[in-house]
């Protein structure tokens, strides 16, 4: 990120109740059910059989009930995976996707031993039928969440993935600092979608790497349409293997007086390899959002393509377009394309035409706009996107 950061992170603290240590959905309390809801996660006892609950810097709930598909809190997997008896070492893969000097949000991930956040293990040819679920949600006022995530898919393993993060209602200040890392070995698929709702004074920083080997496909959708104080978010992908995809879309419905910074990088570095980046992304009062995309080519027959839209629904909101492509390699195809603009008069007239108000045109536009391509998500859990979307959508727009 290129723009000035002058968060304080030693005015937040690094606290939390005692766990609640609770063994199933049902343990827990109708609001945090219904927290678990808006992010867009399912109590449902047949589809919460992989599910992790954070609250603050405590797990509170782990359930994992998928066959050869594990989920647990990163502190647990550390000691599990510990390299003896010939299990791998969970500590090969640790900050290997995230430099660990990356910021001062990494660095401040790093200097404490890693007791937060979750591990996800997809053994070989493992396949989820319904997505794995977390959960990371701040509780407490000016609280500081600091988290490690570790995934990794094994070869030829599917595994899909739900995380949403929250605030409790009561909590305005807040700070969130989230490193994930992920791994997807030969033929691996991995799809991630992520729902961020956010207060009006959250600072956010997900710090997100992703590895992929031969054939290795990750899918990943980011969707926030909350307010917020400032956001950064841009995974770094590296797709070293041949044949290797990235497919990723954010869809933002920006309100207030937030910065909202997410995009993501992509590194073409196998041969055939293939990166899309998409934003759709919307301004209202005066949000400033910033739509970021880059792909590097640097191996031969590699391809890839950013899509950035911006829609302004204010005189005062601002959306900034960058794309930005790089052909290190000459025998690669990259291409790119942005535009921002304004709903036009005459759609609005043709819609109220048909007997729509002029509130339910610019709802209907809206909604048209931010719709999801879940082509790339497999069947179940292109379901739960188009869910989630159109929940967060009709929630925002009352």
């Not at 063994?23 to 609001?31: I, K, L, R």
């Not at 992010?39 to 009930?65: F, M, P």
């Not at 040819?125 to 990371?136: T, V």
């Not at 706009?369 to 497999?378: G, K, M």
Request: hydrophobic fraction near 35%; proline fraction near 3%; aromatic fraction near 8%.
């Amino acid at each position: 990120m290129s723009r000035d950061d002058e968060i304080k992170i030693e005015e937040y603290k690094e606290a939390s109740s005692p766990s609640r240590n609770y063994q199933d959905v049902d343990d827990m309390s109708e609001e945090e059910k219904k927290m678990i809801q808006e992010v867009g996660l399912s109590t449902e006892e047949k589809k919460a059989k992989g599910l992790y609950v954070q609250r603050d810097n405590t797990s509170d709930l782990c359930i994992s009930k998928v066959k050869d598909i594990e989920i647990m809190p990163i502190h647990d997997a550390f000691e599990k995976y510990d390299g003896t008896d010939g299990k791998m070492d969970l500590k090969d893969y640790l900050w290997k996707a995230v430099p660990k000097d990356k910021d001062k949000y990494t660095v401040e991930a790093s200097i404490k031993k890693i007791t937060q956040g979750y591990f996800i293990y997809a053994k070989k040819g493992a396949k989820s039928i319904f997505p794995m679920q977390s959960c990371l949600f701040i509780d407490l006022p000016g609280v500081k969440q600091v988290v490690h995530n570790i995934i990794i898919a094994e070869e030829g393993a599917q595994l899909d993935i739900i995380t949403g993060c929250t605030v409790h209602k009561g909590v305005d200040k807040a700070l969130h600092i989230g490193v994930s890392e992920f791994y997807a070995k030969k033929d691996a698929k991995i799809s991630f979608s992520m729902i961020h709702n956010w207060s009006k004074q959250s600072y956010v920083r997900p710090r997100t790497g992703v590895i992929l080997e031969e054939n290795a496909q990750f899918t990943n959708y980011y969707i926030i349409m909350s307010h917020l104080k400032d956001l950064q978010t841009n995974p770094t992908v590296y797709l070293n293997g041949k044949n290797s995809s990235y497919y990723g879309q954010t869809l933002i419905y920006a309100k207030g007086d937030g910065i909202f910074d997410a995009g993501a990088t992509c590194y073409l570095n196998g041969e055939g390899s293939n990166a899309e980046i998409l934003s759709r992304v919307i301004s209202l009062d005066e949000a400033h959002i910033l739509a970021r995309g880059k792909i590097v080519g640097n191996a031969a027959d590699s391809t890839g393509h950013i899509d950035c839209s911006g829609l302004l629904l204010s005189d005062k909101g601002r959306v900034d377009s960058i794309p930005e492509i790089d052909a290190v390699n000459p025998n690669v195809s990259l291409t790119h394309e942005a535009s921002v603009w304004k709903i036009a008069s005459e759609h609005i007239e043709y819609l109220t035409s048909r007997g729509l108000s002029e509130d339910e045109a610019v709802d209907l536009i809206i909604k048209g706009f931010l719709q999801a391509d879940t082509s790339h998500l497999p069947e179940e859990l292109a379901k739960e996107t188009d869910k989630i979307v159109e929940m967060a959508t009709s929630a925002e727009m009352g």
